[in-house]
C-alpha cells in the first residue's frame, strides 16, 4: 500500500511475555519513529532510525523496550517482559529524511497486557 | 522539561462556524511545529506545518499561526463540518532533533 502500516493491530498479551511490533514505512522513506500513546494522552516519542541507524533512543523507557530496522525499510519494536503499564497504542511514522519533514503515520498497534 | 500544552481538552462548536485550537509550546530553539487530526482508532492525520521563519500558513479551510514571541500556535479552522470533529494534536521539534514532542490533544465536537 502507499501509507505507512503497522501489524499486528491489536495484541494482547499476559504480564512477563515478549511481544513484537511491526512497521512497514512508506517506500522510500529512510527516517522512521515509534512513538506510544497512552489512553486518553498525547504522544510521546520513542526512537528513531535514520536507515538502520538509531541516533536517537531517547525515549526508550526502559531497557525491556528495544527496536530495530532492518534493509532501511522494515523495523521491529520489541517489549520484553511486559508489564501492565505498557499497555498503550504504538505508533509508527515515517518521513524523509532530508531537513525537517512531515511525519506519515501508521494506524497503530494496540497493546493490551493483562 | 520542554512541553507543549493545550489550553483548552474540549471545544466544541456549531457546523459552519470556525474553530479555533491553540497551543502553547516551552522550547525556544523549536522551529518546525506541525498540527495532526486524529479520529478514533486511526492514527495522527497530518493537516498543516509552519516553519518557524513564518507566522501565517493557510491551507483548504485551515489557517495555522505562529506567534514565536509568546510561543503561541493555533490552528483555525474555517466553516466547520461534523467530519472535522476529531483530537487535534500540536507538535513541535527543531532541526537538531527531529523527533516530535505534542501536546495533550484538544478534542473538536462539531454540533450539527
Known amino acids: 500500500g502507499a501509507g505507512v502500516s503497522q501489524s499486528p493491530s491489536n495484541k494482547v498479551t499476559e504480564k512477563g511475555k515478549d511481544v513484537e511490533l511491526r512497521c512497514d514505512p512508506i517506500s522510500g522513506h529512510t527516517a522512521l519513529y515509534w512513538y506510544r500513546q497512552s489512553l486518553g494522552q498525547g504522544l510521546e516519542f520513542l526512537i528513531y532510525?535514520?536507515?538502520?541507524?538509531?541516533?536517537?533512543k531517547s525515549g526508550l523507557p526502559s531497557d525491556r523496550f528495544s527496536a530495530e530496522r532492518t534493509g532501511g525499510s522494515v523495523s521491529t519494536l520489541t517489549i520484553q517482559r511486559t508489564q501492565q503499564e505498557d499497555s498503550a497504542v504504538y505508533l509508527c511514522?515515517?518521513?524523509?529524511?532530508?531537513?525537517?519533514?512531515?511525519?506519515?503515520f501508521g494506524p497503530g498497534t494496540r497493546l493490551t497486557v493483562l | 522539561g520542554e512541553s507543549v500544552g493545550l489550553h483548552l481538552p474540549t471545544l466544541s462548536v456549531q457546523e459552519g462556524d470556525n474553530s479555533i485550537i491553540n497551543c502553547a509550546y516551552s522550547n525556544s530553539a523549536s522551529d518546525y511545529f506541525i498540527w495532526y487530526k486524529q479520529e478514533s482508532g486511526k492514527g495522527p492525520q497530518f493537516i498543516i506545518d509552519i516553519r518557524s521563519n513564518m507566522d501565517k500558513r493557510q491551507g483548504q479551510r485551515v489557517t495555522v499561526l505562529l506567534n514565536k514571541t509568546v510561543k503561541h500556535l493555533s490552528l483555525q479552522i474555517a466553516a466547520t463540518q461534523p467530519g472535522d470533529s476529531a483530537v487535534y494534536f500540536c507538535?513541535?521539534?527543531?532541526?537538531?532533533?527531529?523527533?516530535?514532542?505534542f501536546g495533550s490533544g484538544t478534542r473538536l465536537q462539531v454540533q450539527p
Open positions: 511514522a515515517s518521513s524523509f529524511l532530508g531537513g525537517i519533514n512531515e511525519q506519515f
Open positions: 507538535a513541535e521539534t527543531d532541526t537538531g532533533r527531529r523527533a516530535l514532542t
Open positions: 532510525f535514520q536507515g538502520n541507524s538509531a541516533p536517537d
